[in-house]
Nanobody, 119 residues
């Protein structure tokens, strides 16, 4: 089992920045992919960005050039730096970990952190 705890959400004005953190309960060097998803009210959860064990990153088109995902294997933490925030970025943001255990792929979720972009 992997426990994930997100932090760093809050209220920010349009054009502002936030950095989300996701702390894992175990070494993330053994976790294949870690990612950030978001879900706005009435919307489906969507991938924002992910990063694999080889540090390869993937971003949703809507956040390319504004958001940066990174992982610190020494701190067992994944970050999402969000710049030039827009009202449409308002959502609950969830950390996700995909790990292969005994040949099976398991997904784990954090509890989420709210990001509100509003003036």
């Amino acid at each position: 089992q992997v426990q994930l705890v997100e932090s760093g959400g809050g209220l920010v004005q349009p054009g502002g920045s936030l950095r989300l953190s996701c702390a894992a309960s175990q070494s993330i060097s053994s976790i294949n992919t870690m990612g950030w998803y978001r879900q706005a009210p009435g919307q489906q959860r969507e991938l924002v960005a992910d990063i694999n064990s080889g540090m390869r990153t993937n971003y949703a088109d809507s956040v390319k050039g504004r958001f940066t995902i990174s992982r610190d294997n020494h701190k067992n933490t994944v970050y999402l730096q969000m710049n030039s925030l827009k009202p449409e970025d308002t959502a609950a943001y969830y950390c996700n970990a995909l790990k292969v255990e005994a040949g099976n792929l398991y997904g784990y979720w954090g509890q989420g952190t709210q990001v509100t972009v509003s003036s």
